[in-house]
């Protein structure tokens, strides 16, 4: 099996010198946006990082997806590794120079894989039941966490296409947004990267019908009432690295 990555397109930093050690096949992404107060956000992310605003505004994302192929670096797709549904509530953040996202929550419906990314990335994953399908182009979705609270983490939409495809114009919002190669977690006083490389983006703008989202009730309820900007992609092959302590 060639491991070997090709490096194509445009990175911000370079790689990290270690092989990657987990791939992953995003499909039907959706990004949904919308903008919070700087101050706001502020008060919701480790204060080891600096928040990541443009002009002058925070963001909120909600990204659902599913993921058709995912395996450890070395080894093939195992039965109850290689697929899942996948929902991502996260903002934007720097640390050392380095723009990447910070992640509040993360809910999945594989248990393993749960289990994993919270011990090995220390990140907030959440176990959760979902469906999602797709029928005449349109995508359902549907997550509800596996909480006592039924007034957090539930989440139900459909969406699709809406546009050509396009690649975000540099400096511009839609680059912002989606164009991000690492990501930022603290533990303790401690603070971690986790690198991951993909080809730029290819977008399309989006329609979608929201039906519930009690995804980031962390939040004023006001900021997410707004229509959202939407970006979809149709699918995206990633590469993940370890962890690294800054």
């Given at each position: 099996m060639n491991e070997e990555l090709q490096i194509?397109?445009?990175?911000?930093?370079?790689l990290p010198d270690k092989p990657w050690v987990m791939e992953q096949i995003w499909d039907d992404v959706l990004f949904e946006h919308w903008p919070v107060p700087e101050?706001?956000?502020?008060?919701?992310?480790?204060?080891?990082?600096?928040?990541?605003?443009?002009?002058?505004?925070?963001w909120i994302g909600i990204v659902p997806f599913w993921?058709?192929?995912m395996r450890v670096r070395g080894l093939p797709p195992?039965?109850?590794?290689?697929?899942?549904?996948?929902?991502?509530?996260?903002?934007?953040?720097?640390?050392g120079g380095r723009k990447g996202v910070y992640f509040f929550s993360l809910d999945a419906d594989n248990f393993?894989?749960?289990?994993?990314?919270?011990?090995l990335y220390f990140l907030p994953y959440m176990n959760a039941d979902m469906q999602?399908?797709?029928?005449?182009?349109?995508?359902?979705?549907?997550s509800?966490?596996?909480?006592?609270?039924?007034?957090?983490?539930?989440?139900?939409?459909?969406?699709?296409p809406a546009s050509r495809p396009f690649n975000s114009q540099e400096g511009s919002l839609d680059e912002w947004l989606t164009e991000r190669y690492c990501l930022w977690v603290t533990k303790g006083d401690n603070v971690f990267r986790g690198d991951i490389h993909h080809t730029k983006w290819q977008l399309h703008k989006a329609?979608?019908?929201?039906?519930?989202?009690?995804?980031?009730?962390?939040?004023?309820?006001?900021?997410l009432l707004g229509e959202p900007i939407l970006h979809y992609s149709p699918q995206k092959h990633a590469y993940f690295w370890p962890l690294t302590r800054e």
């Open positions: 194509t397109g445009h990175r911000p930093f370079p101050e706001i956000m502020e008060k919701h992310i480790p204060s080891q990082l600096t928040l990541d605003t443009y002009n002058g505004k925070a993921i058709s192929r195992l039965p109850m590794m290689k697929s899942m549904n996948e929902l991502n509530v996260r903002t934007y953040v720097e640390y393993l894989a749960v289990t994993g990314a919270r011990i999602v399908y797709k029928a005449e182009g349109i995508i359902n979705y549907e509800r966490r596996k909480n006592e609270n039924n007034e957090i983490g539930q989440f139900k939409a459909q969406y699709k329609s979608c019908s929201i039906h519930e989202n009690t995804m980031a009730s962390f939040l004023p309820g006001k900021y």
